[in-house]
Each structure stands twice: as structure tokens, then as C-alpha cells.
């Protein structure tokens, strides 16, 4: 045994997603993680467990175990999508301050931040574990056969988002967190921008959508705390009945901006009844097969009345998140035919990403 105590590394893959080409080892060294945990005073001693949890297609997200104790590790991607992403210190930020200003939007607790690259090969941080479930292409058993559990559920998301708009970030510790002025100006060129830089190939949906939100921005809302990535599959719901939230997930894309951006966001990738897009090819990132099941109008208005925001203009909204998206997905694409990227999924954005682009269009 050595100071740090023995290590096991098991690697698995969840819901079959993605390719796990790359070991654990090499993103999560489990003897300097637990030389670190020590040195910090975390779970000391015993033997250390490291689990690759492959659920999603960004930061790479790992199961501790150690001393009776389970923990979350989130770390960025082997290769990072652009020098500005996947930034530990911001989440870890946003979490502390969510949770010690008291909000009333549930997030895993924070536990240490470890921004010393040298410990795994980039920063990370360790936040609570919870035992929940994550909503992806349908409802769970126990919802499925409520036949109230699918407005429960989006009214939860709208609640929940309304909440995030609604936490003071001027005095809960996020000062300077972002530049909000002039934020919605900046987001076509930005994202142009990021797409100069990996793109391989012309992508004439693409240019069409930028050009239509370039010439249709309108003014923007009060800006408030915004999560960026805000849809069904980064809330996390307790089992069982009622529908209750446990938790908002993943805020590497948090910053301080237009409120209006994370509802447009959520409604572009929600379908409605009877919609069958499918915007990577393969699965869709909404409610299917269950009635009744809100649609967009229903989420927009419970929104309005909740917030008493004005959503004239919330197409613009829906199509600058896809538009976005489609520029993201596109570096994914890019790592994975330069072959830095292991996850098989990236290879369905061939065609997802004009597809994406596609889906923008339609809300013009």
C-alpha cells in the first residue's frame, strides 16, 4: 500500500453512451488523487475507487469512493473545446454561491476546488453526490404512469429557471462573474468566431441563421444570473412521486447575461407533441410518447407569468440556442474527425449539425 492508500480504477460506460477508448487513468490518476485528497484533509485513508461516469459529451464526470464517503469529480475533456471553456473555477464559484447565499435553486454542494493542473492534468473540483434521475428521451416508469407527472415536471424546469433569474448576483458573491453589458451584441460574433476557428467545412445553415439574428437582435432584457446550458437533461428530479427537483447540473457555461437566452435555449431543443425531430440523428432531447406533454406555448406563458418578463421577441431567443449549439456541436465534430475526441456520438454530427442549424431557421 502505498501513503495514499490503495486505488481501484473501474471504467464504465452508462446508457451506452459514447466510446471509452481513453482509461480512466489517464483523465483521473487515482494515486495522485488520493495523494491530493489526503494533503486536503478529504476522505483520508482507505482504498480509493474511481468510476467514469460517460453520460454526457463535455466535461468528463467521475464516482469517488473513499472512506465510506462518494463524491462527484468534474474535470475538463482530454481536449478542451476552446481555451475559454470548460472552466472549473467558474463553476465551483457559481455552486459556493448558490449554496451560501442560500438560493432557492437546489445545486450538488461544492466540496474543494483543486486548480493546480499538475494534480490530474487540469483543474477540477469534488461537489456532493446525489441519487436522483436524469429525464432524457422519456419519462421514468414511476412518472410515465402518472398521467400529471409531465406538466409537474416542465413546470419544475420553468420554475426552477425563473429561479436562477431571480437570485441576486450583484450582492450573492458573483460580482464581475460576467460582462453583461452589451452581452446579446456579442453573442453572433462570438460564436462566428469560435466557429472560425475549428470549422472544416462550409456550412450554409449555418451563415443563414447568423445573418437573420444579426439583423433581428433585439434589446436586451435586465440581466441576471444565467445557467447557459439550461435544458431537461441537466435537471435532476428525486425519485418517485410527486415530481420534485433535486438539482440544476453542469454550469461551465454560467455567466451574467440575458435571462431570455436560457429560455430560448430550453424551448429550441423541447418538442412538441407530435414533433419527431431528431437533431443529432439519433436521440431527442425532450418528452416523447407521453400525454399530455407542454408544449412550448404552455412553457413560454408559465414563464411570462412567473418572472413577468416580456417574451415579444422570444423566437430570436430560440433561434440564437440552436444556432449556438450548432456552432458547439461543430467543434465536436471537428475533434472527432482529427481524431482527439473518443465519443462515437460526435460522429452522428455530420448531419446533426445542419440539421441543428435547420431547426433554427424554422422559428424565423
Not at 459556493?96 to 499538475?118: K, Y
Not at 437566452?261 to 431528431?278: A, C, H, N, Q
Not at 412550448?296 to 421577441?313: E, K, W
Request: a negative charge.
Amino acid at each position: 500500500m502505498t501513503a495514499a492508500g490503495r486505488v481501484r480504477t473501474v471504467t464504465f460506460c452508462q446508457m451506452g453512451v459514447g466510446s471509452l477508448s481513453v482509461p480512466s487513468s489517464v483523465l483521473v490518476d487515482p494515486e495522485r488523487l488520493a495523494a491530493w485528497l489526503d494533503s486536503s484533509g478529504i476522505a483520508v485513508g482507505g482504498t480509493l475507487v474511481v468510476e467514469r461516469i460517460t453520460t454526457g459529451h463535455s466535461n468528463e464526470v467521475f464516482l469517488v469512493e473513499r472512506a465510506g464517503l462518494q463524491f462527484v469529480l468534474r474535470r475538463p475533456p482530454r481536449t478542451p473545446l476552446s481555451p475559454t471553456a470548460h472552466d472549473m473555477a467558474r463553476e465551483y464559484r457559481v455552486l459556493t454561491a448558490l449554496v451560501e447565499r442560500g438560493s432557492r435553486v437546489p445545486v450538488p454542494a461544492p466540496i474543494a476546488l483543486c486548480t493546480d493542473a499538475e494534480v490530474l492534468g487540469a483543474p477540477f473540483y469534488l461537489m456532493d453526490k446525489l441519487d436522483g434521475v436524469v429525464v432524457r428521451e422519456a419519462l421514468p416508469p414511476e412518472m410515465a404512469h402518472d398521467a400529471t407527472s409531465g406538466t409537474e415536471l416542465a413546470n419544475a424546469l420553468i420554475d426552477l429557471l425563473a429561479g436562477i433569474h431571480d437570485f441576486d448576483w450583484k450582492i450573492g458573491g458573483l460580482d464581475g462573474f460576467g460582462r453583461p453589458d452589451g452581452y446579446l451584441d456579442r453573442q453572433v460574433p462570438r460564436w462566428l468566431g469560435q466557429l472560425e476557428r475549428y470549422k472544416t467545412r462550409s456550412i450554409p445553415e449555418v451563415e443563414e441563421a447568423a445573418a437573420w439574428l444579426a439583423a433581428h437582435t433585439p434589446a436586451m432584457q435586465e440581466p441576471t444570473l444565467i445557467h447557459g446550458d439550461y435544458k431537461l437533461d441537466n435537471v435532476m428530479f428525486a425519485h418517485g412521486l410527486p415530481v420534485g427537483p433535486l438539482a440544476v447540473l453542469d454550469w461551465e457555461q454560467a455567466t451574467i447575461g440575458d435571462p431570455l437566452v436560457d429560455l430560448g435555449w430550453l424551448l429550441g431543443l423541447w418538442l412538441d407533441p407530435g414533433e419527431t425531430v431528431s437533431l443529432f440523428g439519433g436521440a431527442n432531447l425532450a418528452l416523447l410518447g407521453h400525454d399530455p406533454v407542454p408544449t412550448r406555448q404552455d412553457l413560454a406563458q408559465r414563464y411570462a407569468m412567473v418572472t413577468g418578463r416580456d417574451l415579444t421577441h422570444i423566437d430570436f431567443y430560440c433561434v440564437l440556442g440552436l444556432f449556438k449549439l450548432a456552432c458547439v456541436m461543430e467543434g465536436s465534430y471537428s475533434r472527432f474527425k482529427a481524431g482527439t475526441s473518443d465519443d462515437a456520438m460526435f460522429a452522428l454530427l455530420e448531419a446533426g449539425v445542419p440539421a441543428l442549424a435547420l431547426r433554427a431557421l424554422e422559428f424565423t
